[in-house]
């Protein structure tokens, strides 16, 4: 029906039209919970800039790293891990 920038606009627009108690609270959740909302919003941080590989080290185990994944998705078996 409409398309909006954020939960005031949208409200004007309904209110131009229909009006009940709670509205703002109604728009506010229906926003909330659309998922093309939540996709299109824009990005609010910097530009995250550039990458800066780490240095080569010069002997072998010089340096240790560990890349950590937290919140892996359930799969279908249930299992949140490989």
Do not use: F
Not at 30 to 45: E, G, I
Not at 58 to 71: F, L
């Amino acid at each position: 029906m409409y398309g909006h920038g954020e939960i005031t606009k949208t409200k004007k627009a309904v209110q131009k039209l229909l009006w009940w108690l709670d509205v703002l609270k109604d728009v506010t959740d229906h926003v909330k919970r659309r998922h093309s909302c939540q996709v299109n919003k824009s990005s609010t941080q910097k530009p995250a800039g550039m990458l800066h590989p780490l240095p080569i080290p010069d002997h072998t185990w010089e340096v240790v790293t560990k890349d950590i994944i937290m919140q892996l998705p359930k799969t279908n078996n249930g299992h949140t891990d490989s």
